[in-house]
């Protein structure tokens, strides 16, 4: 989605045959686990057709509540707790109190202004020491750390080099650990600990090799026993064993280790699409053993991890062409299947083939296209989907950049419904069958799909500022999520 300053590497044949001569690899000890019931559970290497996403719709674990990674969860379908107000709520807090978050960075359009935050941007919210936490980067270049209740300051923010635009991750496993990207080229692992914010570590977009693209972190990270999941912009795709401790001071320590990466393109993906716009922006997903991702180049990958617990090279188990830019997470549903979006911007044949909005059943290899709609010839001649599809009984639900919003029947890929907006581009929530969606126009809406086959209802909306490409977190039936205004603002009703 975003196309910072390009740093090309030079010699394309030559990165064929790197490419040939396979992956990098550094193998310390290892061990892997699979979440079953939300549970970290180790296993013996089952195959992807073995195992059921079993975490749909439930929360990450029981050591930490809250929502803190995006979309909630290794299968990216849990959006937090409710009730959603189903009356017009109200702003509770907003920060900062005035002015906004702001910072000048650089894309391949050059030096702006940034304000707010923006695709995905997601905070999390978790519970920690007796209060709610809102954590979040923002185009002011800072990590921030408020209290859910009043919008204050729990913690200094964290200063990064540059804006970030991803959605944080928080140590699922109760270690007080941040994980966040940012366009300075870092991924960071940072404490929360103390009386301010500390960096224990970061991995720089350059430290494996082969890259291609930019140096930007957009992807909201994976922590499953101990392993740090995470795709970069420099087009690699990188599992880091953390080795999390604590000190004899009872300060949480790291020791991470990098023990696998591989590139996000092949050969094959470099001849198809013409160009070198392969970057993973989207957030790595685990179904069973498999993590799966996806590029702006379009190529969906799924990964083995099964054989980490005795040492073994993951392997590439699962390859799809979308077609093009497909920056949006996979969602996976109780049976495994994935769900994803894809832009259309490349207009190639594979695009008009596949569709914008997919359903992939990753054990048929060979044929995973299930259905497909299409959502082509819109603005400029361009479309598609940028966010992440969500998961509601029989429904699977998208926005797309055109402004439409809708629901489609998960089995048949039949189109039930149609809500018009303005280019949405976050992801929709929902809970307890009420919808919240916003878009480009500065509108956040609500609809109450419980009946799935009917037309949604709308409930209320609310304009509180400029374009809301953040997904909003919601925990105890509020709503926290930014805008490109400058402002994170907290929703509900007192």
């Known amino acids: 989605m975003s196309k910072p300053h390009v740093r090309i590497v030079a010699g394309l044949s030559a990165l064929i045959v790197l490419l040939a001569v396979g992956v990098v690899l550094a193998w310390p000890e290892a061990r892997t686990a699979l979440f079953q019931g939300g549970a970290i559970v180790p296993q013996q290497s089952p195959s992807v057709q073995e195992q059921p996403a079993t975490t749909v719709g439930k929360p990450y674990g029981d050591k930490v509540k809250g929502v803190f990674t995006f979309r909630g969860n290794p299968t990216r379908t849990y959006y937090g707790t409710g009730p959603i107000p189903r009356t017009a709520p ?8 005035s002015g906004g978050m702001c910072a000048v960075s650089s894309d391949a359009d050059g030096p702006r202004e940034w304000c707010g ?61 941040v994980y966040s990207g940012s366009r300075d080229n870092y991924y960071r692992v940072i404490a929360i600990d103390g009386d301010r914010p500390r960096e224990l570590w970061k991995l720089h977009a350059k430290a494996v090799s082969p890259t291609m693209w930019n140096d930007d972190w957009d992807a909201s990270g994976l922590i499953v026993d101990d392993y740090l999941f995470e795709g970069g912009e420099n087009s690699q795709f990188h599992i880091v064993k953390l080795n999390r401790g604590y000190d ?29 716009n392969v970057s993973v922006e989207s957030s790595p997903t685990l179904v069973g053993n498999v993590v799966y991702f996806a590029t702006s180049g379009g190529l969906v990958q799924g990964w083995d991890i099964s054989g980490l617990k005795e040492g073994k090279t993951p392997q590439r188990v699962f390859r799809f062409w979308t077609g093009d830019d497909t920056d949006g997470t996979i969602a996976a549903d109780e049976a495994g299947m994935l769900y994803i979006g894809s ?38 001649g361009k479309g598609g ?28 890929g039949q189109v ?3 809500v018009a907006m303005h280019r ?25 799909i419980t009946d799935t086959k009917a037309e949604p ?10 374009c809301i490409e953040s997904t909003p977190a919601v925990w105890n039936g509020k709503l926290y999520f930014g805008t490109r205004a400058g402002a994170l603002l907290a929703i509900g009703v007192r």
Not at 90 to 97: A, G, S
Not at 145 to 161: M, N, Q, V, W, Y
Not at 363 to 376: E, G, H
């Open 385 to 412: 989907i940028y966010g992440s599809a969500g998961i509601y009984k029989d429904l699977v639900i998208w926005g797309t950049d055109k402004g439409d919003v809708l629901g489609i029947d998960r089995q048949s």
């Open 424 to 448: 949405v581009h976050m992801s929709p929530v929902i809970i307890d069958g009420v919808m919240v969606v916003g878009d480009c126009d500065g509108e956040l809406a609500a609809y109450d």
């Open 117 to 177: 935050t923006g695709w995905t941007g997601q905070p999390a919210v978790f519970e920690r020491d007796g209060r709610t936490w809102v954590v979040f980067g923002a185009y002011d270049t800072s990590i921030h750390f408020l209290d859910a209740a009043t919008g204050e300051r729990i913690l200094p923010s964290f200063k990064t080099g540059d804006i970030i635009k991803g959605s944080v991750t928080i140590d699922p496993d109760g270690y007080p650990l």
């Open 90 to 97: 109200e702003i509770l807090w907003r920060y900062p109190k």
């Open 457 to 466: 209802k709308r409930l209320w909306s609310i304009k509180p500022g400029a």
């Open 343 to 380: 832009e259309y911007e490349r207009f190639t044949q594979a695009s008009k083939r596949n569709g914008q909005m997919m359903k992939l059943d990753p054990r048929k290899p060979d044929s995973p296209l299930v259905w497909k709609v299409d959502d082509q010839n819109n603005r400029g």
């Open 248 to 276: 004899a001071n009872g300060k949480v320590t790291v020791d991470p280790k990098l023990v696998f990466n591989a590139p996000a393109w092949d050969a094959e993906l470099l001849r198809d699409i013409g160009d070198n």
């Open 416 to 418: 039930r419904w149609r």
